[in-house]
């Protein structure tokens, strides 16, 4: 059986190769290329929608709740020493990131091209961003929370983990986005 952190790691490895595909968007901006803008409507809903409300809403809503509530590992410490503060307030910077692309793509697909460079600088923060928030749930929280969770806990969570993802954007929507990441990949990534 899967453990509920692997479900979260296999969709570290759906989210990365869109940040990859961010950077190489980004550069291609700069060199004065044309993207098409539907493709950074579709990576911000990607965002949106895989990333933030469902990737992160287990996260926020059930993982680290989970570690909270048994005192892992942050017992004694304040807010700002707290681990899991620190990853909700990147979730938060992130989503002002997105909004800031999101709106900058709107002014682009206007005709505004001046608005490209609001939209680099802030998916580059986005995607440097994220990259680091995901190396330490990965490295460091996810292995926490294997090592000292109880067994009832990580399979409580996993189905709680399924159900958000129902809730929020079914099944047949969760791979269409791994579907939409891979086609980018292909188009951005494999030249």
């Not at 809403?57 to 709740?65: A, M, R």
């Not at 807010?79 to 979730?91: G, K, R, S, T």
């Not at 910077?93 to 709106?103: A, P």
């Not at 000292?148 to 929020?168: A, D």
Request: hydrophobic share 35%.
């Amino acid at each position: 059986m899967i453990r509920s952190t692997e479900q979260l790691v296999d969709e570290h490895r759906t989210i990365k190769p869109v940040l990859k595909i961010i950077d190489k968007i980004c550069e291609r901006l700069e060199s004065g290329e044309d993207i098409d803008p539907r493709h950074l409507e579709q990576i911000v809903e990607f965002i949106r929608i895989f990333a933030d409300k469902t990737h992160h809403g287990k996260e926020e809503d059930l993982l680290f709740q989970a570690m909270e509530e048994a005192s892992i590992p942050n017992k004694g410490k304040s807010d700002e020493e707290n681990v899991f503060y620190a990853l909700l307030l990147e979730h938060y910077v992130g989503r002002d990131y997105v909004k800031e692309m999101s709106d900058a793509i709107a002014k682009y697909g206007s005709g505004d091209r001046g608005a490209l460079h609001r939209f680099i600088d802030n998916a580059r923060d986005y995607a440097e961003l994220l990259t680091q928030h995901i190396e330490k749930e990965d490295d460091i929280v996810y292995l926490i929370a294997d090592t000292e969770l109880s067994e009832e806990k990580k399979r409580g969570l996993l189905e709680e983990f399924k159900r958000v993802e129902n809730e929020r954007l079914g099944i047949r929507r969760y791979e269409e986005f791994q579907k939409l990441a891979e086609h980018l990949e292909q188009v951005y990534l494999q030249q």
